[in-house]
């Protein structure tokens, strides 16, 4: 049987929620929702969908790093995103993030996010070595 696996960056505010921030099984990572949230919990970029959205790509290489895994290695993305007039900026961000392998991609508009002020909110499934 394959073995389970939570990775979890030392992030303080993380203690907070039971929940991993991405779970190995096999060569497959999957990673929980990322919101634009500092190392300190703090929101980032208030207003700011590019910034967010660095912030949120910033956290999943973080986690990724936590499983000995990187950018490259992310085959699948889900945003959820409050306004779909700031679109562009988190295309734009979202194509810096993947500048080798563009990963397959969905986007869906929501009312809100968990927390006040949060513009987007990514998940993201990764596969060791699927991007060398």
């Known amino acids: 049987m394959t073995q389970r696996k939570a990775h979890n960056p030392a992030w303080p505010w993380t203690e907070n929620f039971r929940i991993a921030q ?5 060569d497959t990572i999957y990673i929980s929702g990322q919101g634009p949230l500092n190392s300190e919990g703090q929101l980032v970029g208030e207003g700011d969908m590019a910034a967010q959205a660095h912030q949120v790509f910033a ?10 895994a990187t950018m490259d290695d992310v085959v699948k993305i889900t945003a959820f995103i409050t306004d779909t007039s700031r679109y562009a900026a988190y295309s734009a961000a979202r194509a810096e993030a993947f500048p080798n392998h563009i990963p397959a991609s969905s986007t869906v508009t929501v009312a809100d996010l968990v927390l006040p002020g949060m513009l987007v909110e990514v998940e993201a499934i990764a596969v060791l070595s699927s991007g060398r």
Do not use: H, M, T
Not at 22 to 26: C, D, I, K, P, S
Not at 59 to 68: D, S, Y
């Open 59 to 68: 956290n999943i290489r973080a986690v990724l790093a936590e499983a000995g």
């Open 22 to 26: 991405a779970v190995q099984v096999g």
